[in-house]
């Protein structure tokens, strides 16, 4: 088991920028502006803190050096399939910027402060969007990234890592999924298309009743709107043209007079 840890101890050493190095017969060692060393003297913390920047002595051979790099690390969390409040399973990924602030507390609190903060990042995202329905999740990223970032710091601290930022990349949807909110969007573009044009009907017929009153109040105002249609079908080059009669000259004929007194 301890073999085991050792080796993913290794691993992760490699891939992060943490350097373990053993000086057999340095007298002296450096570290860059960014850089602290931890020294252990016979296995035990030298007082004093981590060595650095800079030139700094050592024993050959009894001292050993851990080097942690104190610039900002950027890691993304693996996407994390998670069930919302509301039932609805989504795939959520983020990105996570972090900083070791305390290197002795990174080294002598935790085996491994990088590999503990990625899967401390995992495990927060799906315990604080699994408590959130699927709408609050796509309004409130911001928000919900903001109290990630809180959390993870506060259980972070101890281990001298201070978690700078946190962004939710991207919230994936079941394919069932999104074609139901897509035909409900539909619907409700649907139904308020609808309601805008009823409302212009109905703005219309009020326009087209206050017409008919205004002209009602004066027989001459209809003949000139006939003749202001005449005008309007006459700008369009038509071939035919079709004259309205008034009714009052209907009425004015013999035939007319004849028929009604009958």
């Not at 795939?91 to 910027?97: F, W």
């Not at 004929?253 to 009958?262: D, E, I, M, R």
Request: hydrophobic content about 40%; glycine content about 4%; aromatic content about 4%.
């Amino acid at each position: 088991m301890a073999e085991e840890i050792t080796k993913q101890q290794r691993t992760s050493l490699i891939e992060n920028p943490t350097e373990v190095q053993e000086h057999q017969n340095d007298i002296c060692s450096r570290v860059q502006e960014y850089e602290r060393a931890v020294i252990f003297r016979l296995g035990r913390n030298l007082s004093g803190g981590a060595k650095g920047p800079g030139l700094f002595f050592v024993l050959p051979c009894i001292d050993e050096i851990t080097t942690i790099d104190l610039r900002t690390v950027t890691f993304d969390v693996p996407p994390q399939e998670i069930l919302t409040k509301d039932s609805v399973t989504i795939t959520v990924d983020a990105v996570v910027y972090y900083r070791i602030f305390d290197p002795v507390r990174s080294v002598n609190k935790v085996a491994n402060a990088q590999y503990s903060t990625r899967l401390l990042a995992a495990t927060s995202l799906r315990n604080i969007l699994g408590t959130k329905t699927l709408q609050e999740i796509l309004v409130d990223k911001e928000s919900l990234a903001l109290r990630m970032q809180n959390m993870l710091d506060l259980a972070t601290d101890d281990w001298g890592v201070k978690v700078e930022r946190i962004e939710l990349k991207d919230v994936r949807l079941p394919v069932e999924m999104q074609r139901a909110m897509a035909t409900e969007a539909e619907a409700t573009r649907d139904a308020r298309a609808k309601l805008v044009a009823a409302e212009g009907e109905q703005k219309a017929s009020v326009a087209l009743k206050e017409a008919a009153d205004t002209i009602n109040k004066n027989p001459v105002a209809l003949q000139l709107r006939y003749l202001q249609t005449l005008t309007d079908i006459a700008a369009e080059k038509n071939s035919t043209i079709v004259f309205p009669i008034p009714i009052e000259l209907l009425r004015s004929l013999p035939g007319a007079v004849n028929q009604k007194s009958n």
